[in-house]
């Protein structure tokens, strides 16, 4: 299905196949297609780049479709990689978490840090926590396919641990 370039989200670069790869809901996702574009935000002057995911609802376009900063899908895969490194020591704790120290990773980012931790504000996080734990850990396969992709992919852009790009 060929993504919608009449909307004000202009498509640049696409996946249009997406509906066949999307994790758990392959081949019969209400996600058609993925996209990087220009921002349907974007003021005369001011060109941003953004991703978008397109849901078709079998009849039209769908209002749910997300677009994202490009930064921000970036700072998604790093709360998703954080969070993964802390279930794998999260058992160590009987609510896998500490308490008294919620915060699970702190990278340092445009001078200050993105942040990841634990919603302890959460009143239902000691059942829903649980239930993170076992999602993430069904997906296991799904997501480190991807990860290992994206890691080759970024070795290959010259984003290595010994080849850092600034």
């Known amino acids: 299905m060929k993504i919608p370039v009449t909307l004000k989200h202009k498509p640049v670069i696409t996946c249009e196949n997406y509906e066949q790869v999307d994790g758990r809901s392959a081949y019969s996702s209400e996600a058609k297609g993925l996209s990087l574009g220009l921002a349907q935000w974007n003021e005369r002057g001011k060109i ?3 991703a978008k995911v397109w849901r078709y609802t079998g009849e039209k376009w769908s209002r ?5 900063p490009l930064h921000r899908v970036l700072d998604l895969s790093l709360l ?3 969070s993964i490194l802390h279930f794998r020591e999260a058992y160590r704790h009987p609510d896998l978490f500490d308490h008294e120290k919620p915060e699970i990773g702190k990278i340092g980012i445009q001078g200050d840090a993105l942040r990841m931790g634990v919603c302890t504000e959460n009143p239902c996080i000691l059942e829903d926590i649980k239930l993170f734990r076992d999602a993430l850990a069904k997906d296991d396969e799904l997501l ?3 990860l290992h992709a994206l890691s080759a992919l970024l070795q290959e852009a010259g984003y290595g641990r010994n080849n850092r790009k600034q």
């Open 64 to 68: 749910q479709s997300e677009e994202l």
């Open 80 to 82: 998703i990689v954080q």
């Open 48 to 50: 941003d780049i953004a």
């Open 144 to 146: 480190a396919e991807r």
